[in-house]
């Protein structure tokens, strides 16, 4: 019915934890949680920089790649200028309010107040922005 294992487990040994192999702590984990969440919300804030320029939106990227960097050791986050995805505006700020919370509820599981305050500032902005939207639209 099924095969049986055949190899040894490579995340532990009978003597406990395989040292080649590499291990990371949940602070570890979680920063590189937090930084891809930022890293994608200023990729769709960059696509809404160049969909509809904004000294806001130019504000909210460099304050995000500073959080990248700064989660990254350092490494400043690529960025590709101009690239734009078809959906339309709304759609960003949709996708940028969520990649927001996300980002949210992770910098506060690792208590890093300065991410959190962003993401949240974020995601009121992309909230009001959808609202306005929607109220131009009636």
């Not at 003597?15 to 930084?35: T, V």
């Not at 509809?52 to 590709?80: F, N, T, W």
């Amino acid at each position: 019915m099924y095969e049986p294992i055949r190899a040894k487990s490579v995340h532990s040994t009978v003597d406990g934890p395989n040292p080649d192999f590499p291990h990371r702590s949940r602070e570890e984990e979680l920063d590189i949680q937090l930084a891809g969440h930022l890293a994608a919300l200023l990729a769709v804030t960059d696509e809404l920089r160049a969909a509809a320029p904004s000294a806001d939106l130019d504000v909210a990227a460099e304050r995000l790649a500073e959080q990248v960097a700064r989660l990254r050791d350092g490494r400043a986050p690529a960025r590709l200028p101009g690239a734009r995805r078809e959906g339309g505006a709304a759609a960003l700020h949709r996708r940028a309010h969520a990649l927001a919370g996300r980002a949210l509820v992770v910098a506060a599981s690792r208590a890093d107040t300065a991410a959190a305050i962003l993401a949240a500032e974020r995601m009121d902005a992309h909230a009001a922005a959808l609202e306005a939207r929607e109220l131009a639209s009636h």
